[in-house]
């Protein structure tokens, strides 16, 4: 049988009772102190009773979780909790569950009162982070009418929900504010070519080269010339998604930028016909595959979304992912994302023997404002000032993203390495 503890107004009845049997044994308003003293023991009893049957009651109330299997970032979703009681007693029940923290759940507590073979539902929402999230269990909690006594069990309900992470432009656009400041960088995306594709009104960012001055005087309005890219953008990625990267504020840990960021890259290589190598770092795991044609962005979101916080710290090396990324292809641009408490002695050895020349490592830190967060970036950043000299030996690109503006920016740069052959005219 569970055992039965004693809830708040418990303790505060009981407490009144001892002062109220202490003032009758003083001669303090009595008898009325003796009657305050009774009554209150008596409900504590009545209570104590009701309760105990309850306690016998909870281990045939079953819940059942409904949750929506697959999501997108940034989409609440709702969770339906169906409780059942299948006991021959009314009982009033608390069901709280156990929501995994980066689904960052509000309210995650439903109470309700059930009749002999009744069922009901509650649900509460949650707002998703990317990957993958599992629920552990949840709590039953039965009590006595007056709330002073109560049981609980838990009840193991294993279920998931896998959420896929969104490109940084829709992610920012998203997450504009009224003045729309999301809008520029849509027009990144877009490029330009040699061979002449179209005209089309220019929109906020684009690039004025592009702007084409005959039409714009004639219509009265800014045109741009839009081109046809001539080189297909071809890349090599490592998204390191292990232990390391998913401390910090859900939805701003590094993990959610670096996922974010990959399906960037996808977007642009499938945009342009390309190909992409992937590797997923998982701690002690490795994943790999090459994409090509048009589902390049949406098969890397379905693998991000199966990926979430393990117990692992990275045991694979550095050197060998980095080897069979870039192995035979010196021309493939060679793209790290990598999260915090990278070693940079292994970073710069994985670095120096790859084979491409066109190698770009971004770091990323948790870009929330809580005390972990900073706390990370502060340390990191003392890193990396201390490393910069010896990564940049190795001849390639780094960068240390650190805030959402600098995530947006490093993919702006990247679509410019992507487009431009010889490793692009952008910089780090």
């Given at each position: 049988?569970?055992?039965?503890?004693?809830?708040?107004?418990?303790l505060?009845a009981?407490i009144l009772?001892?002062?109220?049997?202490?003032?009758?044994?003083?001669?303090i308003?009595?008898?009325?102190?003796?009657?305050?003293a009774?009554l209150?023991?008596?409900?504590?009893?009545?209570?104590?009773a009701?309760?105990?049957?309850?306690?016998?009651?909870?281990?045939?109330?079953?819940?059942?979780?409904?949750?929506p299997?697959?999501?997108?970032?940034g989409?609440p979703a709702?969770?339906?909790?169906?409780?059942?009681?299948?006991?021959?007693?009314d009982?009033i029940?608390s069901?709280?569950?156990?929501?995994?923290?980066?689904?960052r759940?509000?309210?995650r507590e439903?109470?309700?009162?059930?009749q002999?073979?009744?069922c009901r539902?509650?649900?509460?929402?949650?707002?998703?982070a990317?990957?993958?999230?599992?629920?552990p269990s949840?709590?039953?909690?039965a009590?006595d009418p007056?709330?002073?006594?109560?049981s609980?069990?838990?009840?193991?309900r294993?279920?998931?929900?896998?959420?896929?992470?969104?490109?940084i432009?829709e992610?920012?656009?998203?997450?504009?504010?009224?003045?729309?400041?999301?809008?520029?960088l849509?027009s990144?995306?877009?490029?330009g070519?040699l061979e002449?594709?179209?005209l089309?009104?220019?929109?906020?960012?684009?690039d004025v080269r592009?702007?084409?001055w005959?039409a714009?005087a004639?219509l009265?309005?800014?045109?741009?010339r839009e081109?046809?890219?001539?080189?297909s953008?071809?890349?090599s990625l490592l998204?390191?998604?292990s232990?390391?990267?998913w401390?910090?504020?859900p939805?701003?840990?590094p993990a959610?930028?670096?996922?974010?960021?990959?399906?960037?890259?996808?977007?642009?290589i499938e945009?342009?016909?390309?190909?992409?190598r992937?590797?997923?770092?998982?701690?002690e795991?490795?994943?790999?595959g090459l994409?090509?044609?048009?589902y390049?962005?949406?098969?890397?979101?379905?693998?991000?979304s199966?990926?979430?916080p393990?117990?692992?710290?990275?045991r694979?090396?550095?050197g060998?992912?980095?080897?069979?990324?870039?192995?035979?292809?010196p021309?493939?641009?060679?793209?790290l994302?990598?999260?915090?408490g990278?070693?940079y002695?292994?970073?710069?050895?994985a670095?120096?023997?790859?084979?491409?020349?066109?190698?770009i490592?971004?770091?990323?830190t948790?870009?929330?404002s809580?005390s972990?967060?900073?706390?990370v970036?502060?340390?990191?950043e003392r890193y990396?000032?201390a490393n910069?000299?010896?990564?940049?030996r190795?001849?390639a690109?780094?960068?240390?993203?650190?805030?959402?503006g600098a995530a947006?920016?490093?993919?702006?740069?990247?679509?410019?390495?992507?487009?431009?052959p010889g490793?692009?005219?952008?910089?780090?």
């Open positions: 049988m569970p055992e039965i503890y004693p809830t708040r107004r418990a505060l009981g009772a001892f002062l109220f049997f202490a003032m009758q044994a003083l001669g308003y009595s008898p009325y102190t003796g009657i305050g009774s209150l023991t008596g409900v504590l009893a009545i209570s104590m009701v309760a105990e049957r309850a306690s016998r009651a909870v281990f045939r109330v079953n819940v059942e979780r409904r949750v299997p697959r999501l997108a970032e989409v709702r969770v339906d909790l169906v409780v059942c009681n299948d006991s021959p007693e009982l029940v069901v709280e569950d156990q929501v995994p923290e980066r689904l759940a509000l309210e439903v109470d309700m009162r059930l002999p073979g009744e539902r509650g649900s509460y929402r949650v707002e998703p990317p990957g993958y999230h599992s629920y949840l709590l039953v909690e009590r007056l709330g002073m006594f109560a609980w069990r838990k009840l193991k294993p279920s998931s929900i896998s959420v896929y992470p969104l490109g432009a992610y920012w656009v998203s997450h504009a504010g009224p003045q729309g400041r999301g809008e520029p849509y990144t995306w877009k490029g070519g002449f594709y179209q089309r009104d220019y929109v906020p960012g684009d592009f702007i084409a005959s714009t004639r009265g309005r800014p045109i741009v081109g046809v890219s001539q080189v953008p071809h890349a998204v390191d998604l232990l390391e990267s401390p910090g504020t939805g701003e840990a959610d930028w670096i996922m974010r960021t990959a399906v960037t890259i996808a977007e642009i945009a342009g016909g390309g190909t992409l992937y590797g997923i770092l998982l701690g795991t490795w994943e790999e994409l090509s044609g048009e390049i962005a949406e098969t890397l979101r379905h693998r991000l199966l990926a979430g393990s117990n692992v710290k990275r694979v090396k550095l060998a992912l980095v080897d069979r990324l870039s192995h035979g292809e021309g493939r641009p060679l793209i994302l990598l999260g915090p990278q070693s002695n292994s970073l710069v050895k670095l120096s023997g790859a084979s491409t020349n066109c190698k490592a971004l770091l990323y948790p870009t929330g809580g972990v967060d900073t706390a970036r502060l340390v990191e990396y000032k910069i000299a010896s990564l940049r190795v001849g690109r780094f960068y240390l993203v650190t805030t959402r947006i920016e490093v993919a702006r740069r990247l679509w410019e390495v992507l487009r431009e490793c692009g005219a952008g910089y780090f």
